[in-house]
């Protein structure tokens, strides 16, 4: 093992998601107008809806696949599964996911770069991350055939022990993980400098995505088309009032009133 090796992942780890965290909570807290996913289907929709489609489907199947995976304690899931079944599943839906999402990628990337009207209105971090995911996208699908040499998963309990590690601040043997192929190491780094550029870039849209499940629990909104010609006060059936009953009839009586 090398300092390198033990600067990256010991050290780097912490710094990526100190950056990731503090650096989110700074630029919502400073620059709200600026956090939104930047869409730019106004300017041009081909190849927007099926790339983004398909890049969002196997994005988030991998997110959630490398959460579950890298997370769930060995001692859990092998109540059911054996690391090696684990591997398999893991090199199946992560090659299916991945194909997926590297197909609607490379149609976004190749849009970004081509389309001058989206080039032109491109930041350089618009294209800088879409360039780091589709290495990120690229090095993730070069390694499933060196995973497939390992079938009994070993090197995939290796590196869930260094991220349970690294999340539960438990000291971190570099050793082993700088005996693995380097394409894992490559992933990995590049992987934690995803989190690094995170708050600097239109990604910050993705706390906003998963932060939209909290739409399921509020409480619903009432919603009054001009076309229904209701007037104020008379609700559709099931609808409570919102209006109290004098302001209805205030309205009622002096319609100008209320406008
Ligand atoms: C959590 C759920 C997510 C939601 C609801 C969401 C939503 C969106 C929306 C609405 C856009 C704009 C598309 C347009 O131009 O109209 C977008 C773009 C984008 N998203 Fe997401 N997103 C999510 C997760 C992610 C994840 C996990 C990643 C990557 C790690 C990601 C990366 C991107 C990128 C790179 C773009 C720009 C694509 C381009 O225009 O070139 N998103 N997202």
């Known amino acids: 093992m090398t300092t390198l090796h033990g600067f990256l992942f010991q050290v780097y780890p912490y710094v990526c998601l100190a950056v990731f965290l ?5 630029r919502f807290d400073q620059n709200q107008y600026s956090w939104k996913s930047d869409s730019s289907q106004l300017l ?3 190849l927007l809806r099926w ?5 969002h489907f196997g994005i988030l199947f991998l997110f959630v696949g490398h959460l579950v995976g890298l997370y769930t304690p060995h001692a859990v899931y092998g109540i ?18 991945g194909a997926v999402c590297f197909v609607g990628l490379t149609m976004l990337l190749y849009r970004r770069m081509f389309d001058p009207r989206i080039r032109h209105t491109s930041h350089a971090s618009d294209i800088a991350v879409l360039v780091v995911l589709w290495v990120q996208l690229v090095l993730g699908l070069v ?3 060196q995973s497939l040499q390992h079938a009994d998963g070993s090197v ?7 991220a349970q590690r690294i999340m539960t601040l438990r000291p971190v043997d570099a050793t082993a993980i700088a005996a693995i192929h380097w394409t894992f190491q490559v992933h990995v780094v590049l992987g934690l400098t995803i989190f690094l550029l995170f708050p600097f870039s239109r990604l910050v849209h993705i706390w906003s995505g998963f932060a939209a499940a909290g739409f399921l629990f509020r409480p619903y909104q009432v919603v009054r088309s001009r ?3 209701v007037p104020p006060g008379h609700n559709l059936p099931g609808q409570p009032s919102a209006v109290p009953p ?3 009839a205030r309205a009622l009586d002096n319609p100008q009133a209320m406008r």
């Open 44 to 46: 041009r929709g081909r």
């Open 227 to 229: 076309r229904l010609d």
């Open 156 to 162: 995939m309990l290796i590196l869930a022990d260094w």
């Open 143 to 145: 390694t499933l055939p």
């Open 51 to 55: 790339g983004s489609n398909l890049f």
């Open 22 to 26: 503090i650096g989110s909570l700074i």
């Open 80 to 97: 059911f599964l054996s690391a090696a079944q684990k591997q398999v599943l893991a090199v199946t839906a992560g090659g299916v996911a």
């Open 246 to 248: 004098a302001d209805v």
